[in-house]
């Protein structure tokens, strides 16, 4: 069983719209939880973190719930510079060691 | 950005042949990470570091080796490189801040590898 498990997508949405893309994680002691742009050919950038209370950063929306072991990303009034993969990531502490999710594409089309 | 490079870029090589990239950071960062890259994957990690000459295997660690003298690099060693260790190959970084706070990993821009 993988650690991180995210829907691949693709997910093809238009300018504008708002999508929402999920994930779960398998270990309950994770600790630290964070989201991941990648564009093509290039590395992983941290997009957000995702904190317990949930946060917002911009048309950003980030949320954990850790009963459930899911985290969701939600982007508003997707911009053609949206498209990406994004990966979902969590930490377990100790030894700070970050799992990550296969990713899921993002197409934004006009 | 974080101060991380890695080395070669890009790099072809024959299977059977020993291959070495490297990563050096300069932000002083007690951790450091090999992961490889591969299509229906995603990121898996290959070993870690958490300081100098500590480091211990991933979830594919076989057929790569690594060592760390000194904090600012951390070498991935292929012994015998084969075709199925064609990759992209990332190096991470990271700080734990405390106990249980995490803070984000970094990462360098990858090197592309290919067995032939």
């Known amino acids: 069983r993988k650690e991180v498990e995210q829907d691949p997508g693709p997910f093809n949405v238009p300018e504008g719209a708002t999508v929402a893309f999920n994930c779960t994680y398998s270990n309950s002691a994770s600790q630290s939880f964070f989201w991941y742009r990648q564009d093509c050919r290039k590395e992983p950038k941290l997009l957000m973190s995702v904190y317990s209370s949930g946060n917002e950063d911009g048309r950003f929306t980030a949320q954990l719930n850790r009963a459930s072991q899911y985290i969701s990303l939600l982007i508003r009034d997707s911009k053609l510079s949206d498209s990406a993969t994004y990966l979902c990531v969590v930490n377990e502490s100790g030894f700070n060691k970050f799992y990550f999710g296969s990713g899921t594409k993002l197409n934004v089309k006009p | 950005d974080a101060g991380i490079t890695q080395s070669p870029r890009h790099k072809v090589t024959e299977t059977g042949t020993p291959v070495t990239l490297r990563c050096h950071q300069t932000?002083?960062?007690?951790?450091m990470y090999w992961y490889r890259q591969d299509p229906g994957h995603g990121l898996r990690l290959i070993h870690y570091?958490?300081?100098?000459?500590?480091?211990d295997k991933g979830e594919v660690s076989d057929g790569y080796s690594v060592s760390r003298s000194k904090t600012e690099d951390f070498l991935l060693t292929l012994e015998s490189a084969t075709s199925s260790q064609t990759s992209v190959y990332f190096c991470?970084?990271?700080?734990?801040?405390?106990?249980?706070?995490?803070?984000?990993?970094?990462f360098g821009q990858g090197t592309r590898l290919t067995v032939v």
């Open positions: 991470a970084i990271s700080e734990a801040r405390g106990q249980k706070v995490n803070t984000e990993a970094f």
């Open positions: 570091s958490y300081g100098v000459k500590d480091t």
């Open positions: 932000e002083n960062h007690r951790y």
